[in-house]
């Protein structure tokens, strides 16, 4: 069976840091482009990074530019988020997803994980 | 910044429906690469149209896109319950570092 499980988040005080993962299983994983979208409590769905299939390139959005890191371990077929500097407006459910092929691209993102919940509060 | 999308749409039983989602020619405009996912409540996004009008697999014939100019729309045919959720549309843009930008949402209510 194709899935996506990620893991990872949890209640964490501004300027605090998580390590979100994913594990992927049921398709080759290395030959997928790989990202990150968060959706905030009650909001819409927002791009947040993207990693080619060979983790060669990476992609961010500017609202985590330089706090958030991308990576993957396509040994482990598992794909990371490190998430830095957290601020109240990070407060959001982080969805992982995969590209159509190993080059990113946000045009046909056709499996989507559950997602793991990040709250920043004090 | 987000497309633009209506908050709220709605439609009766068999009907149809029509979601609009206005960009720029810096997105939906200019590129072939619009896509829509449909969000029920507490569940991930699911692809329903890519490259504007194509449907992935498995997905109903009821489902249909199209642009014109610089807005792309989603169709709802034979508009069922289990119509009923959140779409987002998302476009290729050339003004983000992630290339792509998503629309803000609108909620489908089947009456």
């Known amino acids: 069976e194709v899935q996506l499980l990620e893991s990872g988040g949890g209640l964490v005080q501004p300027g605090g840091s998580l390590r979100l993962s994913c594990a992927a299983s049921g398709f080759t994983f290395s030959n997928y482009a790989m990202t990150w979208v968060r959706q905030a409590p009650g909001k819409g769905l927002e791009w947040v990074s993207a990693?080619?299939?060979?983790?060669?390139?990476?992609y961010y959005a500017d609202s985590v530019k330089g706090r958030f890191t991308i990576s993957r371990d396509n040994s482990k077929n598992t794909l990371y988020l490190q998430v830095n500097s957290l601020r109240a407006e990070d407060t959001a459910l982080y969805y992982c997803?995969?590209?159509?092929?190993?080059?990113?691209?946000?045009?046909?993102?056709?499996?989507w994980g559950q997602g793991t919940m990040v709250t920043v509060s004090s | 910044s987000a497309l633009t999308q209506p908050a709220s749409v709605s439609g009766s039983p068999g009907q149809s429906i029509t979601i609009s989602c206005t960009g720029t020619s810096s997105d939906v405009g200019g590129y072939n690469f619009v896509s829509w996912y449909q969000q029920h409540p507490g569940k991930a996004p699911k692809l329903v149209i890519y490259d504007v009008s194509d449907r992935p697999s498995g997905v109903s014939n009821r489902f249909s896109g199209s642009t014109s100019g610089n807005t792309a729309s989603l169709t709802i045919s034979g508009l069922q319950a289990e119509d009923e959720a959140d779409y987002y549309c998302?476009?290729?843009?050339?003004?983000?570092?992630?290339?792509?930008?998503f629309g803000t949402g609108t909620k489908v209510t089947v009456l």
């Open positions: 990693i080619s299939g060979g983790g060669g390139s990476t």
């Open positions: 997803a995969r590209g159509f092929s190993d080059f990113w691209s946000g045009r046909k993102i056709d499996m």
């Open positions: 998302n476009s290729y843009t050339s003004s983000s570092t992630l290339n792509y930008v």
